[in-house]
């Protein structure tokens, strides 16, 4: 009974497979779709190791909004009265610096399974879009110890880092150029022996990561990216809504943020506060009432 069974299955297989080999036949001497063949650019490792550590990660993400309407116009009166313009960007980043300045754990990397390392310099992984071959490449720019520069000096390195040439003093040094065009086997045994060490993580990679491309799109969005970093902030879109000011109709802006975090070293409430800590500086343009050089 079984071997009569067996038969008959191999028999509806094999006159199936007949009918079917036409069809394949025809699809393997379909002609290739008109195309063009690019080299993919070696530096895009960067991104491929960029998300390869970040997804070793448990990341949680806290989406908010503040509100930069005063922030804009302490920026534009600054220009105004100094001649020098200063980009919201800049602004954030500082203003990102010195929260963490005032609670370091949110900027903390785990030494081994017993130790967590809080730095006290704040090293912002900026990351800044520059033309790679025929495209386009988000490259980290670090701006080392943040939290003690002032804002001039942080818009002055984040606006040379969109021009420095790549592969010498700007973002992508020519130590990390040369590492990314390594083959993958090479570059995952390094990776092994920096995320272990926090110092050396830190010295690579920074501490904290922004990315303000969705700053470039209409509409409300703003990225969530994969991230390696124990703290990551993404800067969106900016909108309009109208609010209630002294009985009166006011219109506002507001831009939409992210907030991503190791949840191994960040629990939700305590990521909760800290976003709350950081729109109220943005919403308060604080920086503009203190010597620049300090938070």
């Known amino acids: 009974m079984s071997s009569r069974l067996s038969s008959r299955l191999s028999s509806r297989l094999s006159i199936r497979l007949f009918l079917l080999l036409p069809q394949l036949l025809k699809l393997f001497r379909e002609p290739p ?8 650019p070696k530096l895009r490792n960067f991104i491929l190791d960029v998300m390869a550590e970040g997804r070793r990660k448990n ?8 509100d930069v309407t005063l922030a804009r116009q302490q920026l534009a009166r600054h220009g105004e009265e100094t001649g020098e313009r200063i980009s919201l960007t800049t602004f954030i980043a500082k203003s990102l610096a010195c929260a963490i300045d005032e609670d370091k754990f949110m900027h903390g990397y785990r030494q081994g399974k017993s130790k967590l ?3 006290d310099e704040v090293d912002l992984a900026v990351m800044v879009e520059r033309d790679i071959q025929d495209g386009k490449l988000p490259v980290a720019q670090i701006v080392r110890s943040a939290n003690s520069k002032s804002m001039n000096e942080i818009n ?75 703290l990551t902030l993404s800067i969106g879109s900016i909108g309009t809504k109208l609010v209630l000011e002294n009985g009166m109709p006011a219109e506002r802006e507001l831009i939409r943020l992210n907030l991503g975090a190791d949840h191994d070293i960040i629990d939700g409430a305590p990521l909760v506060r800290f976003s709350d800590r950081l729109k109220k500086k943005l919403e308060t343009g604080f920086i503009f009432d203190y010597p620049q050089s300090v938070c």
């Open 33 to 40: 779709a008109p195309g063009t063949y690019q080299a993919y």
């Open 117 to 119: 390392v809080l730095f």
């Open 156 to 230: 002055n390195e984040l606006q040379a880092a969109k021009v420095s040439p790549l592969g010498e003093n700007g973002p992508l040094s020519a130590l990390e150029t040369f590492f990314f065009e390594l083959p993958f086997c090479v570059r995952k045994i390094v990776w092994f022996f920096i995320r272990r060490d926090p110092y050396l993580f830190k010295q690579l990679a920074g501490t904290v990561g922004i990315t303000s491309m969705g700053m470039h799109v209409s509409g409300q969005a703003v990225l969530i990216p994969i991230t390696p970093m124990t």
């Open 59 to 66: 990341i949680i993400n806290l989406l908010f909004e503040a």
